[in-house]
C-alpha cells in the first residue's frame, strides 16, 4: 500500500467573475515524482498556490491532507515549515544579494537577530555541493545563468528540509544541459526519500521523470495517469479535449493582397547578451486577414510583437518589416505609428493606459494630431471623438471623464483598443486582447476584431487560448522558443495539432 | 458631471484654503496684511518663488525633481553682475546671456536624466552643490552690485500709470485688472456656451455665475489695493502672462497632455508614441530657465548679487507644488494649484514675519503646512 504523502480533495477557488478551480482533486503517493499537465489558464499554479498557502485557508473550498492530516495554512511559512516548499516559475531570488544570503533569506543562521555568517556559508557550500553546484557562496546571484539560479533555489528549499517539493516550469527558461542537470537532482531526491510535485508542459521530459501524471483542464481534474504506459497524445488529448460552444461571431473572410509583411526577424534577450530570443521569424499578413500566433507563455510571441513595433524589447535586432510589399522602417515607436502598426499590449494596465487619467484623455493619446491644430488640442473636438468610440465599442461609464482605473478589465481594454483605432492603423497586433475579461466582453471584442477585418486592416492576434484563436482566427501561426513551429488555416486548425506542432519542436531540441 | 464638479471642489478647496489663510493673518496682523504696501511687497517678494514653481511643476508632473533649481538661480544672478557690474555689459544682452546659460544648466542635467536615466535627485543634487561652488566661485567670496537702474526695474519697478490723474490711484492699473477680469470671465463663457451648443450642459448657471464673481471679485479687490499704492509691479505683468502661458500650455495643447501622459505612465506612453526622453529632456531645459529668470528677479530686486543667493529657494518652489495639489509619482497637477501654493507659502511667510514670529518657528509652522496639505490630498485622492 502505497504512503499518500498529499490529498487534495474537491478545492475551489474562485477569483471575481472566474472559477480557477472546480473541485479539483490531487493524490500523491509519498516518494513519487507527480507531473501536473495542462494548457495555460488550466489551473495548475492557482493549485499549488492552494497548497502552498499563497492563497490561504479560507480563500478556497476543499481539504487539504498532508501527512495524513487535514491542513489549514495560513501562510507560505506555515506550509513551509511542515516542509512543503515551491519553487515558482519567476525564481524568488533577490538579484543582488550573494548565494548565501538567498538561500538563508528569511531563515537565516541567526541568535537574537545577530547573524552567525560562517555558519550559514558552511551550510551553504554543504547545500551547493547537494546540488551539483561549485561557486562561493559569496557570487552575487545575478551573475549566474538563470540554470544555475534554479539549482539555487532548489538548495534553498533543501535548507527548509523540504518533503514535498513544488517546481512550477523548472526547466522553461533552461537550455539542454541545465535540464538534464536539473532532473536528474529530482531522481536524487526521490532516492532520499522526497517527494516532488513539477509543473511543465515538456512532456518528454514529464515521460522520463515523473511516476503519475495528472492533467488538469479548465480548472477541473481530468485524469491521473500512470505514466509507463502512456503516450504524449494520448496526454494531449486529455489537455485540450473541450469542445467549442458558439462562443465566436461569425464571419465572412476577404482576403485581399499581402499588407504586412515580416522577414528574418531575429532578437536577443535585453540584458543577457547572447540569449537568442527570436530566431528567424517570418510571417505575413493579408488585407482582411485575422491571423493567430499560438504558443505556450515563453515563446517569444509578445517579445516579437514589441521588438517589431518600434524596437521597444530586445537587442541586436535584425530583420526586415514590409508594407504594401515596401520595407519600412519601423525602428522606434513614432515610425511604427507613422506607417500604420498599432501594437495592443498584453498587460493592459502598465503597459497601455494611464490609469490615474480619465477615458477620453487616453483614447487619443497615440494621435493628438487627430484632435489638435498646431499643437493646441480642440477640446470639443476630443470630447466628441471619446464620445464616439464609447458609442461605438461600448465602452460601459458614466461618462468619459472616468478614470480608467475604476473601470472593469473588459472596459480597460476597450479604452485600449479605441485609441489604437483612433490612430488609425493598417496592421493591429493584439496581444492576448481578452485576458481577464468576461465572456459578454470578449464576444464584444471578438466582434470589433471582425470588423477591423472586413474594413481591410490587418490583425494579428496573439492568445494562449486556443479555441479563441481557432474560433476568430483565418491562419493560425504557431511559435515556441522563439521559432515558428507550424502554420495553418483555421479550418484545418485543432487544438489538437496546435499542441502537436508545439511539443514536437519541443522535442527535437 | 458629478466627477467633474468633484474634481473642481478639490481646486476650490485649495483656494479656499488661501483666502481662510489671507483672512486668518488679516486679523492676525491687525489688518497690516492687506494694507496695499504690504501687498505689494508680498507680490514683490514672492515673484521668484512663483516663476520658478511654473518650471518645476512640469518637472514633477513629468514624474522628477529638480533640487538645484536654488543654486542654478543664485549662480545665474552672480552671472548677471559679473556681465552687468563688472564688464559693463548692457542689460538687454546680459539677461538674455543669463536665460541662455539658465537653460544650458537645465539641458545638461535633462541631458542625464532623460537620456541615460540617471535618477533627477541626484543629478539635480549634484546640480545644486555644483552650482552654489560656483556661484562662491565666480563672486570670489564678494557681493556685487548695483545693478544698472534700467535692470532694476525688472523687480522694484511699476507699471506707468498712463490713464492716470494726480489722484491716489494707479488708473491703469484697476483698468488692466478689469480687462484681465472681464477676458477670463469671456473666456470662461464662451466655452459653456460651447459645450451647450454641443449637448454637455454645464452645471446650473447661478454657480457659474457665483464661481465667477467670488473670483472675480477678490481679484479686483486686490488689483485695487494694489492701486492704491504704486499700481501694479512690472514682475506681476511677467508672472502673468508666464502663468497664462503655462496655463495654456498644460491645459491646451499636445506638448501639455504628453507630459502629463508620461507622468501618469511613462511605459504606457512610450508605447503610445510619445517621445519620453526627449520631452523630459525639455522639461529640464525650461526649469533652467525659468531658475535662471526667477534667480534675475532677485539679484534685481536685491540690487546686489551675493553668494547667499538661492539657499533654500528649492524648497519653497518644491513645497508651493506640492500644497498645490501635485503628485510625487507624477502625472497629476496644475499651474494653478503651484501659483496659490506659492500664495499661501507666500502669506504665511509675510503674515508671520509681520506678526514678530522667529524665523525658526516659520519654519516649522511651514514644514507642517505642507505636510497638512499633503496628507489632505492623498486622503481626498484616496476615497474617489
Known amino acids: ?509 | 458631471m458629478g466627477v467633474q464638479a468633484r474634481g473642481n471642489l478639490r481646486e476650490y478647496g485649495l483656494m479656499i484654503a488661501l483666502v481662510v489663510i489671507m483672512v486668518l493673518f488679516q486679523i492676525l496682523t491687525d489688518g497690516t496684511l492687506f494694507k496695499p504696501l504690504n501687498l505689494t511687497n508680498l507680490v514683490l517678494q514672492n515673484s521668484y518663488i512663483i516663476i520658478m514653481a511654473l518650471g518645476m511643476l512640469l518637472v514633477i508632473v513629468a514624474g522628477h525633481i529638480d533640487l538645484s533649481v536654488g543654486s542654478v538661480a543664485g549662480f545665474i544672478g552672480a552671472l548677471a553682475a559679473v556681465l552687468m557690474v563688472r564688464s559693463g555689459m548692457h542689460f538687454v544682452p546680459a539677461t538674455l546671456l543669463c536665460l541662455i546659460a539658465g537653460g544650458m544648466i537645465g539641458a545638461a542635467q535633462g541631458y542625464w536624466i532623460a537620456y541615460l536615466k540617471i535618477p533627477a535627485f541626484i543629478v539635480t543634487l549634484a546640480g545644486m552643490l555644483v552650482f552654489r561652488g560656483l556661484t562662491l566661485a565666480l563672486l570670489a567670496g564678494e557681493s556685487i552690485g548695483p545693478f544698472p537702474t534700467q535692470f532694476q526695474l525688472l523687480s522694484s519697478g511699476f507699471i506707468p500709470d498712463f490713464l492716470g490723474g494726480s489722484g491716489g490711484f494707479h488708473v491703469t492699473s484697476l483698468v488692466i485688472g478689469v480687462l484681465v477680469a472681464a477676458a477670463m470671465f469671456y473666456t470662461s463663457l464662451r466655452t459653456r456656451l460651447n459645450r451647450q451648443k454641443h449637448g454637455f450642459q454645464g452645471g446650473p448657471l447661478w454657480v457659474f455665475i457665483l464661481e465667477h464673481a467670488l473670483i472675480s471679485g477678490l481679484f479686483l479687490y486686490l488689483i485695487y489695493l494694489l492701486a492704491s499704492y504704486k499700481g501694479i509691479p512690472n514682475v506681476l505683468i511677467v508672472m502673468g502672462i508666464l502663468i497664462a502661458f503655462f496655463t495654456f500650455v498644460t491645459m491646451r495643447t499636445t506638448i501639455g497632455r504628453r507630459v502629463y501622459a508620461l507622468g501618469g505612465n511613462e511605459k504606457a506612453a512610450r508605447l503610445s508614441g510619445v517621445k519620453t526622453e526627449r520631452l523630459t529632456f525639455f522639461t529640464f531645459i525650461t526649469m533652467g530657465v525659468l531658475a535662471a529668470l526667477g534667480g534675475l528677479i532677485f539679484v534685481a530686486r536685491l540690487n546686489t548679487a551675493t553668494p547667499k543667493a538661492g539657499v533654500g529657494f528649492e524648497l519653497d518652489v518644491i513645497a508651493a507644488v506640492f500644497i498645490g495639489g501635485a503628485s510625487a509619482s507624477g502625472g497629476v497637477g496644475k499651474v494653478l494649484g503651484a501659483v496659490v501654493g506659492a500664495f499661501i507659502m507666500g502669506v504665511m511667510n509675510n503674515g508671520m514675519s509681520i506678526m514678530g514670529i522667529g524665523i525658526d518657528w516659520q519654519q516649522v509652522i511651514k514644514g507642517l503646512v505642507l505636510l497638512a496639505a499633503v496628507i489632505f490630498d492623498v486622503y481626498n485622492k484616496s476615497k474617489v
Open chain 1, 1 to 509: 500500500m502505497d504512503n499518500i504523502i498529499l490529498e487534495m480533495r474537491g478545492i475551489t477557488k474562485t477569483f471575481p467573475g472566474v472559477k480557477a478551480l472546480d473541485n479539483v482533486n490531487l493524490t500523491v503517493r509519498e516518494g513519487d515524482i507527480h507531473a501536473l499537465c495542462g494548457e495555460n489558464g488550466a489551473g495548475k499554479s492557482t493549485l499549488m498556490k492552494v497548497l502552498s498557502g499563497v492563497y490561504p485557508f479560507g480563500s478556497y473550498e476543499g481539504k487539504i491532507f498532508y501527512q495524513g492530516e487535514e491542513r489549514h495554512f495560513r501562510d507560505i511559512a506555515h506550509s513551509e515549515e511542515l516542509g512543503i516548499i515551491i519553487i515558482h516559475q519567476e525564481l524568488a531570488l533577490v538579484p543582488l544579494l550573494s548565494i548565501c544570503e538567498n538561500v538563508f533569506l528569511g531563515n537565516e543562521e541567526a541568535k537574537y537577530g545577530v547573524i552567525n555568517w560562517d555558519s550559514a556559508e558552511r551550510k551553504t557550500k554543504a547545500l551547493l555541493e547537494k546540488v551539483g553546484l561549485h561557486e562561493s557562496p559569496e557570487t552575487v546571484v545575478m551573475t549566474l545563468g538563470t540554470g544555475k539560479q534554479q539549482l539555487i533555489e532548489i538548495a534553498k528549499a533543501l535548507s527548509k528540509k523540504v518533503k514535498l517539493l513544488i517546481l512550477d516550469e523548472p526547466t522553461a527558461s533552461l537550455n539542454e544541459n541545465d535540464s538534464e542537470a536539473l532532473l536528474a537532482l529530482l531522481f536524487e531526491f526521490k532516492s532520499h526519500g522526497i517527494t516532488s510535485i513539477i509543473i511543465s508542459h515538456k512532456l518528454n521530459e514529464i515521460k522520463k521523470v515523473a511516476d503519475q501524471i495528472t492533467i488538469l483542464r479548465d480548472g477541473a481534474t481530468i485524469e491521473t495517469l500512470d505514466t509507463p504506459d502512456i503516450s504524449e497524445d494520448r496526454i494531449i488529448k486529455s489537455m485540450v479535449g473541450r469542445e467549442i460552444k458558439d462562443r465566436y461571431p461569425k464571419r465572412e473572410p476577404h482576403l485581399g493582397e499581402t499588407i504586412f509583411e515580416v522577414k528574418d526577424w531575429i532578437a536577443y534577450h535585453p540584458l543577457q547578451a547572447d540569449r537568442q530570443i527570436l530566431k528567424g521569424i517570418n510571417l505575413h499578413v493579408k488585407k482582411g486577414e485575422v491571423v493567430g500566433i499560438a504558443g505556450l507563455m515563453g515563446s517569444g510571441r509578445t517579445e516579437f510583437a514589441m521588438s517589431v513595433f518600434g524596437r521597444s524589447y530586445g537587442r541586436r535586432i535584425s530583420g526586415e518589416v514590409l508594407l504594401h510589399g515596401k520595407k519600412v522602417d519601423v525602428s522606434t515607436i513614432g515610425k511604427a505609428v507613422d506607417n500604420g502598426l498599432a501594437y495592443v499590449t498584453e498587460d493592459r494596465k502598465t503597459f497601455g493606459l494611464n490609469l490615474i487619467d480619465h477615458i477620453k484623455h487616453n483614447i487619443t493619446l497615440a494621435n493628438l494630431k487627430g484632435v489638435s491644430k498646431a499643437g493646441v488640442i480642440n477640446d470639443l473636438q476630443e470630447l466628441n471623438v471619446a464620445n464616439d468610440y464609447r458609442k461605438k465599442i461600448n465602452i460601459r461609464c458614466s461618462t468619459v471623464y472616468q478614470t480608467t482605473g475604476n473601470l472593469s478589465g473588459g472596459n480597460q481594454q476597450k479604452v485600449v483598443l479605441s485609441k489604437w483605432l483612433f490612430a488609425n492603423p493598417e496592421v493591429l497586433i493584439l496581444d492576448e486582447p481578452t485576458r481577464g475579461i468576461d465572456v459578454g466582453a470578449k464576444y464584444e471584442i471578438y466582434t470589433i476584431i471582425n470588423q477591423l477585418a472586413d474594413s481591410d486592416k490587418a490583425v494579428i492576434v496573439i492568445s494562449s487560448e486556443m479555441p479563441e484563436l481557432l474560433g476568430i482566427c483565418d491562419r493560425i501561426y504557431v511559435m515556441n522558443e522563439g521559432r515558428l513551429v507550424g502554420e495553418m488555416l483555421a479550418k484545418d486548425a485543432s487544438q489538437d495539432k496546435i499542441m502537436r506542432a508545439i511539443i514536437r519542436s519541443g522535442n527535437k531540441e
